[in-house]
C-alpha cells in the first residue's frame, strides 16, 4: 500500500507569502500529480512530474520531483487570495490502474 | 472545455436502499473510476475501468458495489444495500491514457455527495 503524507496539514498566510508544501512517502513513484480542489468541486490536475529531480513551473507555482521519485514539493511565491484551496498530491506506480491520494494541505491566504 | 458530468449532485437515501450515481465521462477517453471522499477525509480510490471490464479495484470496493457501461456514453457506480458509512463525495474521472503511462491527465467530475440516513 503506497501512503502519501503531506505537511502541513494546514497553512494560513498572508497574501505575498512564499510557501511550499511536502509530499512524502516511502514508496517510488512512476509519476506524481498535483491537484488543486476547492469546496464542493472534484480535484483539478496541476501538473504531472514523471522523472527524477524534475522541476515544472506554472507561473507562481514551482514543483519538484525528489530524485529518488519518492517525494515532492509545491513552492508557491507570492500568494495570492486566489490560490486558497485543497491542495493534494497523488502518486502512480507502473502496472497499477490507479493514483493514490495524499492527506492534502488546506491552504489559506489572507488579503 | 470537455468536462466529466455526474449525476446526481446530491442524493440523499435510507440505509438498506440502493443507489446508483451516473457519470457521463469526457467523449475520447478510454478509462473511467471512481473515488470517494469522505468529509474531512482523503481522496481514495474505489474502482478503475476499461475495455468493459474493472481493471482494480481497492478494498473499499467489496460485493456491494458495481460498476457499469450501459450505453458507451455513460458510466454508473451502484451501491446495493447502503450504509451509514458510504457517506461521502463519490467523484468519477477519465483518462485517454493509463496512468502507469506517465502522462496522464485525469480529468475529475464535481462528485455526487451521496447523504445515507
Known amino acids: 500500500t503506497q501512503l502519501l503524507e503531506q505537511s502541513p496539514q494546514f497553512l494560513s498566510i498572508q497574501e505575498g507569502e512564499n510557501l511550499t508544501v511536502y509530499c512524502n512517502s516511502s514508496s517510488v513513484f512512476s509519476s506524481l500529480q498535483w491537484y488543486r480542489q476547492e469546496p464542493g468541486e472534484g480535484p483539478v490536475l496541476l501538473v504531472t512530474v514523471v522523472t527524477g529531480g524534475e522541476v515544472k513551473k506554472l507561473k507562481r507555482l514551482t514543483f519538484q520531483f525528489g530524485d529518488a521519485r519518492k517525494d515532492s514539493s509545491l513552492h508557491i511565491t507570492a500568494a495570492q487570495p486566489g490560490d486558497t484551496g485543497l491542495y493534494l498530491c497523488a502518486g502512480a506506480v507502473r502496472g497499477y490502474q490507479k493514483v493514490t491520494f495524499g492527506t492534502g494541505t488546506k491552504l489559506q491566504v489572507i488579503p | 472545455e470537455p468536462e466529466v458530468t455526474q449525476t446526481p449532485s446530491h442524493q440523499v437515501t435510507q440505509m438498506g436502499q440502493e443507489v446508483i450515481l451516473r457519470c457521463v465521462p469526457i467523449?475520447?477517453?478510454?478509462?473511467f473510476y471512481w473515488y470517494r471522499q469522505i468529509l474531512g477525509q482523503k481522496v481514495e480510490f474505489l474502482v478503475s475501468?476499461?475495455?468493459?471490464?474493472?481493471?482494480?479495484k481497492s478494498e473499499i470496493f467489496d460485493d456491494q458495489f458495481s460498476v457499469e457501461r450501459p450505453d458507451g456514453s455513460n458510466f454508473t457506480l451502484k451501491i446495493r444495500s447502503t450504509k451509514l458509512e458510504d457517506s461521502a463525495m463519490y467523484f468519477c474521472?477519465?483518462?485517454?491514457?493509463?496512468?502507469?503511462?506517465?502522462?496522464?491527465?485525469?480529468?475529475f467530475g464535481a462528485g455526487s455527495r451521496l447523504t445515507v440516513l
Open positions: 474521472a477519465s483518462s485517454t491514457q493509463g496512468l502507469y503511462s506517465g502522462a496522464n491527465v485525469l480529468t
Open positions: 467523449s475520447n477517453h478510454l478509462y
Open positions: 475501468f476499461y475495455n468493459n471490464e474493472i481493471s482494480e
